[in-house]
């Protein structure tokens, strides 16, 4: 059985009972450098997930009768591997076990409710922005090529007013949360996920 394992935000507080379970129980983990660093040893064996995800496919399908867990980065459906296990493994063959997104957990941080939230990312694509601005309030998950200096670019070119709030390095002891005017956005921050709001 394969078994995908939201790990939240990065501090293995926000870790679910369940995936804390799936994880001690595992025989192989699969995950990022940094995820097999927390979660890997014990003499267990481990399997880098690196850009070749065909490689990951065919591994993994020759692999699912052993007991495996991908470990991934706040909720594995939300912008993360979860959707390609998804599309090529049926439900007895994956399961899926939930976490909480760096977005769910910046917007805690800030209690902004979630409700109407238009969610996006910028891994690997071009934004429309053009859409994207259309909504009032906006989490992008960012990567980094497009980033918040790209966004409040984006704003600038459209004259368009709104508040960032970025989150770097979220649940990890250099967090950061900033709520900054387009005009006051940085060039470069840490790893993180950008909220856009419409305050008028």
């Known amino acids: 059985m394969i078994t995908v394992v939201g790990i939240g935000p990065g501090d293995t507080q926000y870790l679910t009972p369940r995936a804390q379970q799936a994880i001690s129980l595992a025989e192989v983990l699969v995950g990022g450098k940094r995820h097999?660093?927390?979660?890997g040893g014990h003499g267990r064996e481990t399997r880098l997930l690196d850009a070749d995800l065909l490689g990951l496919l065919e591994w993994l399908d020759s692999q699912k009768s052993r007991d495996i867990v991908v470990l991934a980065s706040g909720?594995?459906?939300l912008y993360g591997i979860g959707k390609l296990l998804a599309a090529n493994f049926s439900p007895d063959q994956l399961q899926i076990i939930p976490g909480i997104s760096?977005?769910?957990y910046l917007c805690a941080k800030v209690a902004l409710?979630?409700?109407d939230?238009?969610?996006t990312s910028s891994h690997g694509r071009e934004p429309d922005?053009?859409?994207i601005f259309q909504h009032d309030k906006v989490a992008m998950v960012t990567d980094g090529i497009i980033g918040p200096r790209?966004?409040?670019?984006?704003l600038w070119q459209r004259d368009l007013e709104r508040t960032l709030i970025i989150g770097e390095n979220l649940s990890q002891p250099n967090e950061r949360i900033h709520r900054l005017s387009v005009d006051q956005v940085a060039a470069r921050y840490d790893m993180n996920v950008v909220v856009i709001l419409n305050e008028r």
């Open 102 to 104: 760096a977005i769910q």
């Open 117 to 119: 939230l238009f969610l």
């Open 36 to 39: 097999l660093a927390t979660f």
């Open 75 to 77: 909720d594995p459906l």
């Open 129 to 131: 922005f053009d859409w």
């Open 113 to 115: 409710d979630m409700n």
């Open 150 to 154: 790209a966004i409040a670019n984006a």
